[in-house]
Each structure stands twice: as structure tokens, then as C-alpha cells.
T-cell receptor
Framework: SAVISQKPSRDICQRGTSLTIQCQVD?????MFWYRQQPGQSLTLIAT?????????ESGFVIDKFPISRPNLTFSTLTVSNMSPEDSSIYLC????????????FGPGTRLTVT | GENVEQHPSTLSVQEGDSAVIKCTYS??????FPWYKQELGKGPQLIID?????GEKKDQRIAVTLNKTAKHFSLHITETQPEDSAVYFC?????????????FGEGTQLTVNP
């Protein structure tokens, strides 16, 4: 499976600021996704990162709050904008390598605390 | 949209016993059902998956069963070991049309007591 890294691994940020999270994969992948996992809870899909075009957002998530880029087949960024304490979560990048198996693999996550 | 329910939320077993986690889904079009194990401070790890054209799949001590008619699927872990302790998530997807967008259950905290 693909090796996925995320930067930063964790951060503590002030409310009102923005943080950009990077996701790097060691091989080209078909699909990339961003999920949020609030403390002690399940995973919720934020958006599908589309290469070279605007991301596809799930209900309840908007581009102004969570702008996403995917310039190529191995890299994506998620920005959490104008943060509030409610944004404190783990943000996870995931990838699907091929559309035969559709197996989806997750990165280690970025633990964000907003004070 | 798809809704996935997972039970139990917590499960405690003795080492060597079996553990079973059950999930139900709402969308009969769902055709891909992965299971993830998440250890503290780590991302979810894919441990096994099953497709709607298969009723059962096994990989060493782990097995998954799928009942399409009843819209439920289960994870079975045999001969549990302390290192199996983690949070387990089930998920469902319609891979061809939803582009692998996964809907997750709420998770099961499994504790294996030595």
C-alpha cells in the first residue's frame, strides 16, 4: 500500500488564524480525500480532493472554511481557515490507489488544537 | 445518504476469546465494506474488506461476513490477543458511483484483557 505522510503531525493554534496541512504520498494515486475526526468520535468526510480542479465538498463543509488543493497525483493540502475551538480535531488524509480494489488507506493524521 | 450503525460501542474480552462487532447499513446500493483498526494516536489501518458479491472473507484470525438481504456485516476476531486492543470502525461505500466516499460507523473500543 501507499505510504502517506502528513505535516504537521500536531499543532496548537490561536482562534482566528489558519493552518495548512500537507499530505504527501510516495506513489501516484487515483483519489485523495480529507476526513475529520473529532475527539473520541468517528470519521467524517470533508471533501474529495480533485487533481487540477476544485474539491468536491460534503454537506456541511464549505470551500471558504476548508480550501483544498491537489496540484498533482501525490500531494494535497487542506487549510482550516479562521479557526475556532470547535475546529479542534484530527484531520486525516486518505488515498485510493486504484479503481480495481478501491482500497482506501489513511495517513497518520494531524492533531489540531485551537485555543 | 448512507447511514451506518455499529454495535457494540465497547467490547471487553479475555485473551484467547473471540470478538464480534456488527454493523448495519441503510443504502441497499452499497457494495464495498471495509473494516479499520485505529490505535491511539494513529490513523485508521485497513484490516479487511468485503464486496457485495461475496458472503464471507477470512484472513488468518480475522473474518468478515456480509448479509445483503438484511443489510448487515460483521467482523469476527478469533483467538484475541492484547495487541488487538484498539478502536474498530466499519464503513460502507458505493465505489463505482460515489468515488469511494466512505461512510463510517461510530466505532467499537475493543479491550483484550491478558
Amino acid at each position: 500500500s501507499a505510504v502517506i505522510s502528513q505535516k504537521p503531525s500536531r499543532d496548537i493554534c490561536q482562534r482566528g488564524t489558519s493552518l495548512t496541512i500537507q499530505c504527501q504520498v510516495d506513489s501516484q494515486v487515483t483519489m485523495m480525500f480529507w476526513y475529520r475526526q473529532q475527539p473520541g468520535q468517528s470519521l467524517t468526510l470533508i471533501a474529495t480532493a480533485n487533481q487540477g480542479s476544485e474539491a468536491t465538498y460534503e454537506s456541511g463543509f464549505v470551500i471558504d472554511k476548508f480550501p483544498i488543493s491537489r496540484p498533482n497525483l501525490t500531494f494535497s493540502t487542506l487549510t482550516v481557515s479562521n479557526m475556532s475551538p470547535e475546529d479542534s480535531s484530527i484531520y486525516l488524509c486518505s488515498v485510493v490507489q486504484d479503481t480495481v480494489s478501491y482500497e482506501q488507506y489513511f495517513g497518520p493524521g494531524t492533531r489540531l488544537t485551537v485555543t | 445518504g448512507e447511514n451506518v450503525e455499529q454495535h457494540p460501542s465497547t467490547l471487553s474480552v479475555q485473551e484467547g476469546d473471540s470478538a464480534v462487532i456488527k454493523c448495519t447499513y441503510s443504502d441497499s446500493a452499497s457494495n464495498y465494506f471495509p473494516w479499520y483498526k485505529q490505535e491511539l494516536g494513529k490513523g485508521p489501518q485497513l484490516i479487511i474488506d468485503i464486496r457485495s458479491n461475496v458472503g464471507e472473507k477470512k484472513d488468518q484470525r480475522i473474518a468478515v461476513t456480509l448479509n445483503k438481504t438484511a443489510k448487515h456485516f460483521s467482523l469476527h476476531i478469533t483467538e484475541t490477543q492484547p495487541e488487538d486492543s484498539a478502536v474498530y470502525f466499519c464503513a460502507a461505500s458505493i465505489v463505482e458511483t460515489s468515488g469511494s466516499r466512505l461512510t463510517f460507523g461510530e466505532g467499537t473500543q475493543l479491550t483484550v484483557n491478558p
